[in-house]
């Protein structure tokens, strides 16, 4: 059975740090496109970040650029979400979400999702 779980959300203070993972069981993750989306209340899913199958190419929301990147560890079959500067427009629910297709930030062309986790920056 395909799985993604997401981990290590939380409080966090404005300009703090927080690394997301998202470990996948069932399947390797390397032979995906995984991409990252996140949903605040009252708002659409936003993609976030996302990283093709090789993990050469990668690409962010212009509000992510500079301040999150999107590593991942094939032995752990775990892609995580670095966040960096964080603000509080970042306080969200975030996911990770695999696809079959090319890669991209739009939520509709990822057929696997986890169950999110919360992020909150706050001071």
């Known amino acids: 059975q395909l799985q993604l779980v997401e981990s290590g959300g939380g409080l966090v203070q404005p300009g703090g740090s927080l690394r997301l993972s998202c470990a996948a069981s069932g399947f390797t993750l390397n032979s995906y496109v995984i991409g990252w989306f996140r949903q605040a209340p009252g708002k659409e899913r936003e993609g976030v970040s996302s990283i093709e199958r090789s993990g050469a190419i990668t690409n962010y929301a212009d509000s992510v650029k500079g301040r999150f990147t999107i590593p991942r560890d094939n032995a752990k079959n775990t892609v995580y979400l670095q966040m960096n500067s964080l603000k509080p427009e970042d306080t969200a629910i975030y996911y990770c979400?695999?696809?079959?297709?090319?890669?991209?930030?739009?939520?509709?062309?990822?057929?696997?999702w986890g169950q999110g986790t919360q992020v909150t920056v706050s001071s």
């Open positions: 979400a695999a696809s079959v297709g090319l890669l991209t930030l739009q939520s509709r062309y990822y057929e696997y």
